[in-house]
């Protein structure tokens, strides 16, 4: 057999991510039609060299890798230094997907077995440890064998029945597949390389953001001047705009403590303050909210408007305010927080390229969104080879 079966074990932290630096490869199945080996690797926490040595020298022995999400687990094993640059793969996954006609988006082993008629995983890992907050270094380690076990089989079992599949479809749609398939290889190098990011210059920019912001808000404090007014709120900028009663809860002092440690002591309590707004703006037809008094404050409606002179010009700070906004929270602060929160190394993103999602079958992009990056953060990114 030149196919074998991949799959691999990590530790959860961010669901197994090979990038967060709190995880560790705890075990690799690597399973034909005659052997299935199931290497301790970082699970028991003994050196694992000449363990890594013998992954090798299998996959050495193949032309083919299979595996279910396969590009997960070559992350890995690259990550411990397992090469496999000239082998081809077969991501039973994806096949499934092209063969579906792309619409069923991240299939599962378990719903893809199933599919063929071949039982399911076994979820006893799943079920009563990892969803139960308890690491994979954790599970009993019979547990884990059998579950890695059963995962390489029912794995093994639907790459069987998808190359019988496969050989009976048109020529140009095999190659397709293929293509596909050796994508992905590309792919997973350009995910594990990743970006390089200054974290410390985006940052920076977000203060400067901020500030403008500010200034922002100063300016239309003054068609507004009402404390506790929040330019974030659609439901404060619809009253704005399109007039109506605005509620704004204010922290005061309420009374005094009658009894206990505190007694004589102010007391605070949440004192709702009205305000009604006149109407600065006539609301397009069509763009009332289901929640009633409200319409939509959304880019498009903005831009639709059409009024006075002082209505305009508050119409085009919200605008700008948007923008920045925008750019602020999702890229200059909201980069260094997803970097934070994946556990990756300081200035590198290792966004997520997606061959599974759309219908269409055109590569999607998530955690970070690397195709729809604003031209504006360009200047984040520097290359590896210098220039």
Request: hydrophobic content about 30%.
């Amino acid at each position: 057999m030149n196919e074998l079966i991949l799959d691999i074990e990590s530790t959860i932290s961010s669901k197994g991510n090979p990038f967060d630096e709190r995880n560790k490869l705890c075990y690799v199945g690597l399973y034909n039609d005659t052997v299935c080996d199931l290497v301790d690797v970082d699970y028991s926490g003994t050196p694992y060299r000449e363990r890594l040595e013998f992954i090798q020298r299998r996959i050495d022995s193949h032309s083919i890798l299979v595996g279910f999400n396969i590009k997960f687990d070559l992350h890995w094993i690259r990550k411990y230094g397992i090469n496999f640059v000239d082998k081809r793969v077969w991501d039973c996954q994806l096949v499934h997907f092209i063969l579906t006609n792309q619409q069923y988006p991240y299939p599962s082993l378990n719903g893809v077995a199933e599919y063929y008629g071949l039982g399911s995983k076994l979820d006893v890992v799943s079920t009563e440890y990892w969803s139960n907050n308890i690491d994979t270094t954790d599970v009993p380690k019979d547990i884990l064998e059998q579950y890695l076990k059963q995962d390489l089989e029912l794995t093994y079992q639907v790459y069987l029945k998808q190359k019988e599949e496969v050989e009976k479809l048109p020529e140009y749609r095999q190659r397709l597949i293929s293509l596909h398939n050796q994508d992905l290889l590309i792919l997973e190098e350009m995910e594990y390389n990743g970006l390089l990011f200054d974290e410390s210059k985006s940052l920076e920019l977000a203060e400067e953001l901020d500030k403008k912001i500010k200034d922002i808000d100063l300016q239309l404090s003054k068609a507004c001047p009402i404390d506790g007014f929040n330019f974030n709120s659609k439901d404060h900028l619809s009253t704005l705009l399109y007039g109506g009663r605005l509620v704004i809860p204010k922290k005061e002092i309420i009374g005094t403590f009658k009894t206990g440690e505190r007694k004589g002591q102010e007391k605070e309590g949440w004192v709702d303050h009205t305000y009604d707004l006149p109407r600065l703006i006539e609301p397009l037809k069509g763009s009332e909210l289901k929640k009633d008094g409200y319409f939509s404050t959304d880019e498009q409606t903005l831009r639709s408007l059409k009024g006075t002179k002082e209505s305009k010009e508050i119409i085009k700070l919200i605008l700008e305010r948007n923008v920045l906004e925008k750019r602020k929270g999702t890229y200059y602060t909201g980069l260094p927080e997803l970097r934070v929160t994946q556990g990756w190394i300081q200035g590198r993103l290792h966004g997520q390229l997606n061959q599974c999602v759309v219908r269409t079958g055109r590569l999607s992009s998530s955690k970070p969104n690397l195709q729809n990056f604003d031209s504006e953060i360009k200047e984040l990114f520097y290359s590896r080879y210098g220039g």
